[in-house]
C-alpha cells in the first residue's frame, strides 16, 4: 500500500515537472508556471513590461 503512493506520488511530481518545464519553454515566468504546474492557484495575470517604470525614473515626468 505505502509502496503504491509512493509510486503514484511520484509520478505526479514527474508530471507536474513535465508541465512546468513546458510552460517555461513557452515563457511563461517561473511563478506562473509552478503555480500552474502545481495547480495552487490561478497565476496572476503578468503586467506589461513597458508600463513598468524603472525605480531609477520614479518621480520624473
Do not use: N
Not at 517555461?24 to 508600463?51: F, I, K, N, T, Y
Request: net charge neutral.
Amino acid at each position: 500500500m505505502v509502496l503504491w503512493m509512493l509510486c503514484e506520488a511520484l509520478q505526479d511530481g514527474l508530471a507536474a515537472h513535465r508541465h512546468y518545464e513546458e510552460l517555461r519553454s513557452r515563457g511563461v515566468s517561473h511563478d506562473s508556471a509552478l503555480r500552474q504546474a502545481l495547480a495552487v492557484a490561478p497565476a496572476p495575470a503578468e503586467p506589461a513590461r513597458e508600463r513598468i517604470m524603472p525605480l531609477c525614473f520614479a518621480g520624473r515626468a
